[in-house]
T-cell receptor, first 113, second 108 residues
């Protein structure tokens, strides 16, 4: 069982470039979300989705776009990368809200130079 | 608004000593509270949730609604407990919000 899979694991971008971080889950989870992890800041929610076709903003959405065309996939797009977006990005999914357990991907380490 | 506060960035204890990782929250409704752990080179994983009222790896956490706290405790720390611990809250909007994390270092 693959769980939550993120690609790529590492990426270096130049300022202004665009890219898409991929996230896929095979557990038929309705809820998916993206976080960024920065030293001293913990995990901050970027965007989340409660089902296919439904997305909403988290704590730090600026500079990022998401879409949810299928239950399995929840890509995160950086339209014009900035050095401030250098971070480790985590995707998570859960079967339900409430007390449901969130399962995390292994993370994508992104550096913007 | 949802907010989770973990006041300690680093907690260093000796093996066998008691551990308490503090977590306070701010939320107007009835939240679901969790502790997640990230061991070195591993992905973030659920340690325990308040609704289960269970002990995992010797850790327990009690929800205190009066003090809006959900502190994580273990009576005798082990070296393998060294990790980053995150307290998290989910409210009615289903957003899962994390605190800034506490790095637990258990010295031999």
């Amino acid at each position: 069982n693959a769980g939550v899979t993120q690609t790529p694991k590492f990426q270096v971008l130049k300022t202004g470039q665009s890219m898409t971080l991929q996230c896929a889950q095979d557990m038929n989870h309705e809820y998916m979300s993206w976080y960024r992890q920065d030293p001293g800041m913990g995990l901050r929610l970027i965007h989340y989705s409660v089902g296919a076709g439904i997305t909403d903003q988290g704590e730090v959405p600026n500079g990022y776009n998401v879409s949810r065309s299928t239950t399995e996939d929840f890509p995160l797009r950086l339209l014009s990368a900035a050095p401030s977006q250098t971070s480790v990005y985590f995707c998570a999914s859960s079967f339900e809200g409430g007390a449901g357990e969130a399962f995390f991907g292994q993370g994508t380490r992104l550096t913007v130079v | 608004a949802q907010r989770v506060t973990q006041p300690e960035k680093l907690l260093s204890v000796f093996k066998g000593a008691p551990v308490e990782l503090k977590c306070n929250y701010s939320y107007s409704g009835s939240p679901e509270l969790f502790w997640y752990v990230q061991y070195s080179r591993q992905r973030l994983q659920l340690l325990l949730r308040h609704i289960s009222r269970e002990s995992i790896k010797g850790f327990t956490a009690d929800l205190n609604k009066g003090e809006t706290s959900f502190h994580l405790k273990k009576p005798f720390a082990q070296e393998e407990d060294s990790a980053m611990y995150y307290c998290a809250l989910r409210g009615a909007t289903n957003k899962l919000i994390f605190g800034t994390g506490t790095l637990l270092a258990v010295q031999p």
